[in-house]
C-alpha cells in the first residue's frame, strides 16, 4: 500500500508522525519548502497541544516559548478588557514541525523536501493527503471559499516590548484583528488580519507608534469557512482516495484565525476513520462535525455581524448551545470563556 501525504506542515508533519507509527505502508511526504519555515503567530493552549504532542512521544514544553496570565483587548476607542490566560503558550513551531518530521522519517517515511507536487505526479498512491493548508493545492478549489489576508512581522525590540503579554486589538466591524504575541524575550510576532485588507496600514501604524526592528515579514492568507462548507473534504476514485487535513478542510476556529490545535485534532479525528489503508470518509466526515460543533454557528455570527446584524448574530441557531459546551474547554483555548467577553467584542466593534 502506497500513501502521500502533500503539504509538511503542522497538520501533514503530525499525519506522517501518527500513520507511520503503527502501519508498514510505503509512505511518502512532500513539501514544496527546503525546511519548515511557519507562517503564523505560534500561539495555542499548552494543554492541548501537550496531549496531541504526547501521542508521538514529544514533549511540548520543551517547545514553549512564553507563557501569558492575562489577555489584553484593546478597542479602538482605547476601552480595555482582560480575559485571565490558562496556559495560552507561544511556541517554537518550526522546532515542533521539524520534530515530527523526525519522527516520521524514523519510521520509515521517505520525506520529500523543495517538492511541490500535484496529483498528476501521485498515480500509484492508494491514498493522497491534502495537507496543503490554506492553498488547497490537491483537492479541487471552493467555489465560495472565504480566506482573510493577514500580515505579521517577527519584531526585536531589544530589553523594553511595548506590551508583556498577550495583546489583541479588534478592528471596526469586527473585520479582523491585530495582535501582539510574545515571544522569547525580548521578540514578539506583530500581525493583523482583516477582511477588508487593511491589515497592513494597521501593523504599520503599530509599528510606528512602539517602534522595534522587524526581522521577518509573513503574508499570508488564513481560511474561515468550517468544514462543514468545505466540501469535497475527500474525493473517491476506484483505486485510489483524496482526503484533507488541517486548513484544507477548514480547520481553523473562525474568530480568531487559531488553526494549529484544530489541524492537529483533524489528524486525530482522521486516524479514528483510517484502518486497512482506507479511509471511512462518512464516519471522518462525522467526526470532524462533532469535534468542530461550534465552528459553524460562530462562523454565522460573524457573517450576520458583518451585514450589520447584531440581532441575527445573537439569535443563530446552535450558537448558545455552543456556547456552554465550549465553556467547559477553557484548557483546550487556553483563555477563560466568559459571556460577557463575547459580547463585549461583538457590541464593541
Ligand atoms: C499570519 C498568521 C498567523 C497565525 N497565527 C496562528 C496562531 O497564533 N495560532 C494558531 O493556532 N493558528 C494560527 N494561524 C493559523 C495556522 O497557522 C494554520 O491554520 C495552520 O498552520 C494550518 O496548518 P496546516 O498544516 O493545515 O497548513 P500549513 O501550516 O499552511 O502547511 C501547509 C504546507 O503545505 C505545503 N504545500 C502547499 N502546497 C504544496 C504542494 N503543492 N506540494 C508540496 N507542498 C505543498 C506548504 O509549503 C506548507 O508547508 C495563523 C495563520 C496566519 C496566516
Not at 13 to 26: F, G, I
Not at 254 to 261: K, N, R, S, V
Request: proline share 5%.
Amino acid at each position: 500500500m502506497k500513501v502521500a501525504i502533500v503539504g509538511m506542515g503542522v497538520a501533514g508533519s503530525y499525519l506522517a508522525a501518527r500513520l507511520s507509527a503503527k502501519n508498514s505502508w510505503e509512505i511518502h511526504a512532500f513539501d514544496g519548502l527546503s525546511r519548515p519555515d511557519s507562517r503564523c503567530a505560534w500561539g495555542g493552549s499548552k494543554y492541548e497541544l501537550s496531549k496531541l504532542a504526547s501521542q508521538v512521544g514529544l514533549d511540548y514544553s520543551k517547545y514553549i516559548f512564553f507563557e501569558g496570565k492575562n489577555l489584553k483587548v484593546i478597542f479602538e476607542d482605547a476601552h480595555e478588557i482582560d480575559i485571565p490566560l490558562v496556559g495560552l503558550t507561544t511556541f517554537d513551531k518550526n522546532g515542533f514541525e521539524e520534530d515530527l518530521e523526525q519522527v516520521a522519517r524514523k519510521n520509515g517515511v521517505a520525506v520529500h523536501r523543495g517538492a511541490s507536487v500535484t496529483l498528476k505526479d501521485l498515480s500509484g498512491f492508494d491514498v493522497v493527503f491534502d495537507a496543503t493548508g490554506v492553498y488547497r493545492n490537491v483537492l479541487p478549489k471552493l467555489k465560495n471559499d472565504m480566506i482573510f489576508p493577514n500580515l505579521e512581522y517577527r519584531v526585536e525590540y531589544g530589553g523594553s516590548p511595548p506590551f508583556r503579554d498577550f495583546t489583541v486589538f479588534p478592528y471596526h466591524g469586527l473585520g479582523g484583528y491585530g495582535w501582539f504575541f510574545p515571544l522569547r524575550e525580548g521578540e514578539a510576532h506583530v500581525g493583523g488580519g482583516d477582511r477588508f485588507h487593511r491589515q497592513k496600514q494597521y501593523v504599520e501604524l503599530f509599528m510606528r507608534k512602539y517602534g522595534g526592528v522587524p526581522k521577518k515579514t509573513i503574508a499570508r492568507p488564513v481560511r474561515m469557512l468550517p468544514p462543514s462548507m468545505c466540501e469535497p473534504i475527500a474525493l473517491e476514485g476506484n483505486n485510489h482516495q483524496v482526503v484533507g487535513v488541517g486548513e484544507s478542510i477548514g480547520c481553523v476556529f473562525p474568530l480568531l484565525g487559531e488553526g494549529i490545535i484544530p489541524s492537529l485534532q483533524s489528524v486525530d479525528v482522521l486516524m479514528d476513520s483510517f484502518s486497512g489503508c482506507k479511509v471511512d470518509v462518512e464516519s471522518y466526515r462525522r467526526g470532524l462535525r462533532k469535534k468542530f460543533f461550534y465552528f459553524e454557528p460562530i462562523f454565522r455570527a460573524i457573517i450576520a455581524k458583518w451585514k450589520g446584524n447584531w440581532a441575527a448574530a445573537k439569535a443563530v441557531p446552535g450558537l448558545i448551545p455552543s456556547f456552554i459546551k465550549v465553556k467547559a474547554m477553557e484548557k483546550r483555548f487556553g483563555f477563560q470563556i466568559r459571556l460577557t467577553d463575547l459580547v463585549e467584542i461583538f457590541n464593541s466593534t
